[in-house]
Nanobody, 119 residues
């Protein structure tokens, strides 16, 4: 089995910063893409940022220049540094990892961590 543990959510004022982390553990042979999605109340889940095995990244237009995704392959961990946060960034943030386990390649989701941007 594979487990994803997310940390770092919370309440922050507009203009503030938060750093999310997601650590993958278990029967992992290769990690391909790692990334973050978010889902705000009443909205569909959307991609926020992703980082691929060779280090290339992809961002939603709404977070470009404010958020930075990175990964530590030795720790099987992906990070999301969020700066200049806005109330519209309020959502549950989910980690997503595309990896190869003992038998097959699968996509895993974390349980989510709530980010609230409010004064």
């Amino acid at each position: 089995q594979v487990q994803l543990v997310e940390t770092g959510g919370g309440l922050v004022q507009p203009g503030g910063s938060l750093r999310l982390a997601c650590a993958a553990s278990g029967n992992i042979r290769v990690i391909y893409a790692m990334g973050w999605y978010r889902q705000a109340p009443g909205k569909q889940r959307e991609l926020v940022a992703a980082i691929y095995s060779r280090g290339t990244t992809n961002y939603a237009e709404s977070v470009k220049g404010r958020f930075t995704v990175s990964r530590d392959n030795a720790k099987s961990t992906v990070y999301l540094q969020m700066n200049s946060l806005k109330p519209e960034d309020t959502a549950v943030y989910y980690c997503n990892v595309d990896l190869e386990g003992l038998r097959s390649r699968m996509n895993y989701w974390g349980k989510g961590t709530l980010v609230t941007v409010s004064s």
